[in-house]
């Protein structure tokens, strides 16, 4: 099938995450698949050199050039469904679909409320939704969506990239600076509020009195500096790491012995929770959205209340005193990104999905 993947973001984060994972898969099971994706962006820089890519720009959902734009390339390149991923590419987008006569599935990723003019457009032009989580798919239904337009599809990691027999963690950490013995506390995402980065230093603060401890901060955002004036408050200057938006996201996590994403927002999915435990980390994350979904508390990872840096404390404590109930964690994390929410996994769904359209 001739598949075109829309996903015009310039960041980096789960959203193009996907994009770049569910594009090499299913153009690995022999469907042709077109990227178009923003030019200088992060889903072109991350996209394999043998995936055919277009450039897009989108300014908003009326993007009459976007429109015309994305037209073309379905007429040229036969494109027989046009997979969306957020929501100021899907009013272009199915236009576009809609010119030609061809499928749309609007990719979801976020438990945010849809706008009533998209649920109209969802309910009566669209093909299907898919929702990355079951928090997302509840969502959808409490904006109205009808339920047979929704399938749940979860996100899925490279576990080629994301092997840690492949790793050297000693030399990610003399790269970044970090001792060989250190005990370092990680977090990958956008350095804001609602990821849980305050939370965090807490945390820390409280387990680094005679630990050789670090926290490492993988990401940027509009809390950078707040970051550090807090870990200078919190006598911590000297055991934080930010390393700003890495292209090489697997060796970070390499570097970590504990990995946490401390969110008090509605996370929607968590992709950065299965990217941990591909890596064989033992995870530690808030009860919020579809975190719950994705770990068994005590099983292949912990669960703790969000903003709550007294328990997340204790989570890491637990793990940091007990080397073989943390790698037993971690070793069941791994099997569950294997099993569950593999790049294959990820294919198989859609694949699923685009054979039923």
Known sequence: MNVLIVNAGRGWGGIESHSVVLASDLAGRGHKVIVACTPGGNVRANL??????????????????????????????????????????????????????????????QTDRIRTTTRLL?????????????????????????????????????????????????????????????????????????????ELLRAGAGIAEGTPLTLLFVGDGPEKEGIRREADRLGLAERVVITGIRRDVERMYAAMDVFVLASTCDEAFGMVIIEAMAMAKPVVATLVGGIPELICPG????????????????????????????????????????????EAALGRGFERLLASL
């Open 48 to 109: 394999d050199a043998a995936l055919p890519v277009a450039d897009l720009e989108v300014v908003n959902a009326g993007d009459l050039p976007a429109i015309c734009r994305l037209a073309g390339i379905i007429r040229r390149e036969g494109i027989e469904v046009v997979l969306a991923n957020s929501g100021k590419e899907y009013w272009p987008a199915a236009v576009a679909a809609a010119l030609l006569g061809k499928k749309i599935v609007f990719v979801r990723h």
């Open 122 to 198: 969802i309910n009566s032009r669209i093909d299907r939704v898919v929702a990355v989580s079951g928090a997302v798919r509840k969502a959808l239904l409490g904006s109205g969506i009808d339920e047979e337009k929704i399938t749940v599809i979860h996100n899925g990691v490279s576990l080629d990239r994301f092997d840690p027999s492949r790793i050297d963690r000693a030399a990610v950490r003399r790269e970044l600076g970090i001792g060989a013995d250190d005990i370092v506390i990680g977090t990958v995402g956008k350095l804001h509020e609602g990821k849980g980065v305050y």
């Open 299 to 342: 099983e292949n990872g912990l669960l703790v209340p969000p903003a709550d840096a007294a328990a997340l404390r204790s989570a890491l404590v637990s793990l940091l005193g007990n080397a073989e109930y943390a790698g037993r964690i971690a070793r069941a994390g791994r099997k569950t990104a294997e099993d569950t929410f593999s």
